[in-house]
């Protein structure tokens, strides 16, 4: 009996026993010195083997795939994490997670938060790989000549997201903050609030709960003197129809 | 040259870190996506496998201990089992796809990639050393994941035989390796 446990030393090296002989030969391995020094043996006769592979260059594309998808994945399990605890909390959003990553995916990059108007469609491209870009349009001023970036309507899984990604924004100073509103005929709905970094960079995800009757004609930045405002109390800086 | 080690980036892994975990995909793409094409033969499996492999290493915190040895031999070990992995529930679905297109894009290779061209020509050496038989039962146990039953049948021996085939092989190989330069790593 003890011989053919040891005797599966190397199907187990190839994880090719059933999951109750895996169980069985890992207690076995446990407690066989045998085993212990047989395995340490095959660890340092198959370290070379894997560079025996050919050189191949991976397409240029797979990184920005891969790390978006790992780091979305954490980004999922934080959010979920709290879930298994509180019952009353709605069900997880599945597509929040992807969109935050491609906002940080863009911060991977240096220069990615060079906004003009020029530079639009790079900017879309990383949202546009996890999910479908809607509508999108480029935010700009008559008054702050290099203000500017781009807002897109994503949709994910049936939900519409807002993401608005702004570049040179004037700095704000104490409680000051840039909230986005979501224009229909002379109402004006809030879509999130953001506050630049020091380089005038700022960004948000804002995910549309309102009722998908609603057409929106137009999205607005005002600068407000303190946020979470029901309504716009400071000034419009910037308004773009849809 | 003060160059950051595997083992202190992954320290910064864990302590969620990505700059680290990017910096240690740029270091083990090209080597791992190598390997893992070797194993599973499609350019799509072995991105799905390299995904899973850093999907571990920055959820798994903990996965990766000095005791488990130098850093990346620990890694080629997480990628070698995922990808034989993967090629067990692709083989359950369907035939083997062959890749045609494997996109050779040209991504350029810094200082900070891990290259190991002249670990394989000495392998490589090595390896036709070995008989042809050799040869395959090693194909087949390392680079297929085979238990040793199907080895067994598949060269035609004794089931009692094969591990003794394929350590004297792997022992050889090892030996005319290490005779023709230093050791992997140093
Ligand atoms: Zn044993």
Same mark, same amino acid.
């Given at each position: 009996?003890?011989?053919?446990?040891?005797?599966?030393?190397?199907?187990?090296?190839?994880?090719?026993?059933?999951?109750?002989?895996?169980?069985?030969?890992?207690?076995?391995?446990?407690?066989?010195?045998?085993?212990?020094?047989?395995?340490?043996?095959?660890?340092?006769?198959?370290?070379?083997?894997p560079?025996?592979?050919?050189?191949?260059?991976?397409?240029?594309?797979?990184?920005?795939?891969?790390?978006?998808?790992?780091?979305?994945?954490?980004?999922?399990?934080?959010?979920?994490?709290?879930?298994?605890?509180?019952?009353?909390?709605?069900?997880?959003?599945?597509?929040?997670?992807?969109?935050?990553?491609?906002?940080?995916?863009?911060?991977?990059?240096?220069?990615?938060?060079?906004?003009?108007?020029?530079?639009?469609?790079?900017?879309?491209?990383?949202?546009?790989?996890?999910?479908?870009?809607?509508?999108?349009?480029?935010?700009?001023?008559?008054?702050?000549?290099?203000?500017?970036?781009?807002?897109?309507?994503?949709?994910?899984?049936?939900?519409?997201?807002?993401?608005?990604?702004?570049?040179?924004?004037?700095?704000?100073?104490?409680?000051?903050?840039?909230?986005?509103?979501?224009?229909?005929?002379?109402?004006?709905?809030?879509?999130?609030s953001?506050?630049?970094?020091?380089?005038?960079?700022?960004?948000?995800?804002?995910?549309?709960?309102?009722?998908?009757?609603?057409?929106?004609?137009?999205?607005?930045?005002?600068?407000?003197?303190?946020?979470?405002?029901?309504?716009?109390?400071g000034?419009?800086?910037m308004?773009?129809?849809? | 040259?003060?160059?950051?080690?595997?083992?202190?980036?992954?320290?910064?892994?864990q302590?969620?870190?990505?700059e680290?975990?990017?910096?240690?995909?740029?270091?083990?793409?090209?080597?791992?996506?190598?390997?893992?094409?070797?194993?599973?033969?499609? /350019?799509?499996?072995?991105? @799905?496998?390299? +995904?899973?492999?850093f999907? =571990?290493?920055?959820?798994?915190?903990? %996965?990766?201990?000095a005791?488990?040895?130098?850093?990346?031999?620990?890694?080629?070990?997480v990628?070698?089992?995922?990808?034989?992995?993967?090629?067990?529930?692709?083989?359950?679905?369907?035939?083997?796809?062959?890749?045609?297109?494997?996109?050779?894009?040209?991504?350029?290779?810094?200082?900070?990639?891990?290259?190991?061209?002249?670990?394989?020509?000495?392998?490589?050496?090595?390896?036709?050393?070995? /008989?042809?038989?050799?040869? @395959?039962?090693? +194909?087949?146990?390392?680079? =297929?994941?085979?238990?040793q039953?199907? %080895?067994?049948?598949?060269?035609?021996?004794?089931?009692?035989?094969?591990?003794?085939?394929?350590?004297?092989?792997?022992?050889?190989?090892?030996?005319?390796?290490?005779?023709?330069?230093?050791?992997?790593?140093?």
């Amino acid at each position: 009996m003890e011989r053919k446990q040891c005797d599966q030393l190397l199907d187990y090296y190839n994880d090719q026993l059933t999951g109750e002989e895996k169980a069985a030969f890992e207690a076995h391995l446990h407690s066989c010195s045998d085993c212990q020094q047989e395995w340490q043996e095959w660890q340092a006769l198959t370290e070379p083997l894997p560079y025996l592979s050919e050189d191949i260059t991976p397409p240029a594309s797979m990184k920005k795939r891969v790390l978006t998808n790992v780091f979305a994945e954490s980004l999922d399990q934080k959010q979920e994490q709290p879930e298994q605890v509180t019952v009353l909390k709605p069900k997880p959003r599945r597509w929040l997670p992807s969109l935050l990553a491609a906002g940080l995916l863009l911060s991977l990059g240096a220069n990615v938060y060079l906004y003009s108007t020029k530079q639009t469609n790079d900017q879309q491209a990383a949202p546009q790989e996890v999910s479908k870009t809607a509508q999108s349009v480029a935010l700009g001023t008559v008054d702050q000549k290099e203000a500017g970036g781009t807002a897109s309507f994503i949709q994910e899984n049936q939900a519409t997201n807002l993401v608005v990604q702004m570049g040179k924004m004037p700095k704000l100073s104490g409680t000051q903050t840039y909230q986005v509103w979501l224009v229909e005929g002379d109402k004006k709905y809030p879509a999130g609030s953001f506050v630049p970094n020091e380089s005038g960079n700022g960004s948000l995800i804002y995910p549309i709960h309102y009722s998908s009757k609603h057409k929106w004609d137009a999205i607005a930045i005002s600068l407000e003197p303190k946020p979470h405002n029901k309504q716009p109390k400071g000034k419009i800086l910037m308004l773009s129809k849809l | 040259m003060g160059r950051i080690s595997d083992e202190e980036l992954y320290e910064l892994v864990q302590a969620d870190n990505k700059e680290a975990l990017e910096q240690l995909y740029d270091r083990y793409e090209k080597l791992l996506f190598s390997f893992s094409y070797k194993i599973v033969n499609t /350019s799509d499996l072995a991105e @799905e496998a390299i +995904q899973d492999v850093f999907m =571990k290493l920055w959820r798994k915190k903990g %996965i990766y201990t000095a005791d488990k040895g130098k850093f990346s031999s620990f890694l080629l070990t997480v990628t070698r089992n995922t990808c034989l992995d993967l090629l067990r529930k692709q083989s359950k679905n369907q035939v083997e796809l062959l890749d045609k297109d494997l996109e050779r894009e040209q991504t350029e290779s810094t200082e900070e990639t891990v290259t190991w061209n002249e670990e394989r020509q000495r392998l490589q050496e090595a390896v036709s050393t070995l /008989s042809s038989e050799q040869q @395959e039962i090693v +194909q087949l146990f390392y680079f =297929k994941g085979c238990s040793q039953a199907t %080895i067994a049948e598949k060269k035609d021996l004794p089931l009692g035989t094969v591990k003794g085939r394929i350590r004297l092989a792997l022992q050889h190989l090892r030996k005319v390796y290490e005779e023709r330069g230093d050791r992997i790593g140093t």
